[in-house]
């Protein structure tokens, strides 16, 4: 079977749960070998094992730290001209979807983005499912030739444990004067919270306008925090000021597929759905029952997020023995 290429998305050799996420699908595709741009390969090399890398290719080497996303792509592009593979997967976060337009365009190569399910093809070939208009719409496809790029949303599969032998190979890589052009010349952390990453969060509570102010927004945070959610906004929050853009859910902002959504005080604009429709579970809270997020929601509550957030909070806190 041929190999299919994964990007490996990694903080300081901790392996983030994408990457365990495209390595099953990988799996329904060939054989999966990782890509390890960068040092630390031999930190995250169990977790690439348990999740069925038969291979690590490893360039050690500090360029794609010094420089933005150039140096990655060149990286999979040389991968891609060795290795002949089916496939080459990389997380649907804002890099990777700048690697994988670079990479499809020196490879020459079809590009498929922000799938939420990946099959083999009647052909063997990488069959893609999309949800597009705000997710009221599926749409598979497939790329013409050899090879298929395809950027896969967070949280859209569910990692399953393969064992892997992740046998390290060691890759010579420089970048290119061109792919050095463009420098890093900061990097500030960004400030660490004690919530989880919006984007890999099994449980995100986003509040809308309906919270009224930045002040009143608190509450979809106490309930986060009750839940051990992320916390996520809708634009009219993010742009009124309330709470940064970072948080903001929808077509303009962040895409998430947690098992459950709950859009307090959201009324479910196509642009909000757009980010969100794919959740596994959808809780809306609306004072106003004809609000369009119920007609997506599995779970409706009609009435003021202020009366019915604070019972909700007390009653999950008390199943938490607090
Ligand atoms: C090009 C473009 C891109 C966009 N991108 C995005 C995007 O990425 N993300 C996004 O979210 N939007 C986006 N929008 C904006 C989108 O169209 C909506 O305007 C926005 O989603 C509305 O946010 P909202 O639901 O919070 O506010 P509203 O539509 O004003 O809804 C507020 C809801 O709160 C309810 N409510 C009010 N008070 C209470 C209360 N006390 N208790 C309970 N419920 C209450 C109301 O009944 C209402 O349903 C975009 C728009 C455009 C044109």
Redesign the pocket.
């Known amino acids: 079977m041929a190999e299919v290429l994964v990007l490996v998305e990694q903080a300081g050799g901790e392996v983030k749960k994408v990457t365990a996420e495209l390595l099953t699908a990988a799996a329904r595709l060939g054989t999966p070998a990782a890509v390890w741009a960068g040092p630390g390969a031999e930190a995250g090399r169990a977790r690439l094992a348990e999740f069925g890398a038969q291979k690590v290719y490893v360039a050690d080497s500090t360029d794609f730290a010094g420089y933005p996303v150039a140096p990655k792509a060149e990286f999979l592009a040389a991968l891609v001209a060795s290795q002949s593979p089916a496939a080459v997967l990389i997380a649907g976060t804002p890099e990777g979807k700048e690697v994988a337009g670079r990479l499809a365009v020196k490879a020459g190569a079809g590009m498929l983005t922000d799938a939420v399910d990946v099959a083999a093809g009647p052909d063997g070939s990488a069959l893609v499912s999309q949800a597009n208009f705000g997710g009221s719409v599926t749409v598979h496809s497939t790329v013409k030739g050899a090879l298929a790029i395809i950027t896969l949303r967070p949280n859209a599969v569910t990692p399953q444990p393969a064992a892997g032998d992740a046998e390290l190979v060691a890759v010579e890589f420089a970048a290119s004067d061109a792919a050095r052009v463009a420098r890093v010349v900061s990097r500030e952390p960004a400030a660490k919270s004690a919530r989880p990453d919006l984007q890999e969060a099994q449980v995100v509570v986003?509040?809308?306008?309906?919270?009224?102010s930045a002040d009143?927004f608190k509450v979809i945070e106490e309930l986060a925090d009750a839940l051990g959610a992320a916390v996520g906004?809708?634009?009219?929050?993010?742009?009124a000021g309330w709470y940064p853009h970072a948080f903001?859910?929808?077509?303009?902002?962040?895409t998430v597929s947690p098992q459950l959504y709950a859009?307090?005080?959201?009324?479910?604009?196509?642009?909000?759905r757009?980010?969100m429709q794919t959740s596994k579970t959808i809780l809306a809270?609306?004072?106003?029952p004809?609000?369009?997020?119920f007609e997506i929601a599995d779970y409706g509550i009609i009435?003021?997020?202020?009366?019915?957030l604070p019972q909700l909070i007390k009653e999950i806190n008390k199943r938490k023995g607090l």
């Open positions: 986003s509040g809308g306008r309906g919270t009224g009143g906004a809708s634009r009219a929050v993010t742009d903001q859910v929808g077509q303009t902002g962040k859009a307090i005080g959201i009324s479910g604009a196509i642009q909000h757009a980010g809270v609306n004072k106003d004809e609000a369009p997020i009435g003021d997020l202020f009366t019915v």
